[in-house]
């Protein structure tokens, strides 16, 4: 029923930008707390930007200047936009939204397939 799909992503020259963006289906990102992660190889899945339903937004020390969370209810779609791109953002960045249920559609935690983003020296 739920699925996360993520889009954007590809190879930009440091200092440039990108946009991904979050479509959903079987859930209301209006009615969720949605945020993006990312996974560079080697290491961890670290959390990088969130946006609750009432719309506050946060951000990881990291990219925190750099990078703009959104939502667009209209579409059911959160965008990440990703300016000043350094090549330690290179990562695959997920998409991720918790549902309360309800009117929200089904309840649970839910992520995309990833979307890879590569910024070279």
């Known amino acids: 029923q739920v699925q996360l799909v993520e889009s954007g992503g590809g190879l930009v020259q440091a200092g440039g930008s990108l946009r991904l963006s979050c479509a959903a289906s079987?859930?209301?990102?209006?009615?969720?707390?949605t945020g993006w992660y990312r996974q560079a190889p080697g290491k961890q899945r670290e959390w990088v930007a969130g946006?609750?339903?009432?719309?506050?937004?946060n951000y990881a020390d990291s990219v925190k200047g750099r990078f703009t969370i959104s939502r667009d209810n209209a579409k059911n779609t959160v965008y990440l936009q990703m300016n000043s791109l350094k090549p330690e953002d290179t990562a695959v960045y997920y998409c991720?939204?918790?549902?309360?249920?309800?009117?929200?559609?089904?309840?649970?935690?839910?992520w995309g397939q990833g979307t890879q983003v590569t910024v070279s020296s």
């Open positions: 991720n939204a918790v549902s309360p249920g309800g009117w929200y559609g089904s309840r649970g935690d839910y």
């Open positions: 946006i609750t339903s009432g719309g506050n937004t």
């Open positions: 079987g859930i209301i990102f209006s009615g969720s707390a």
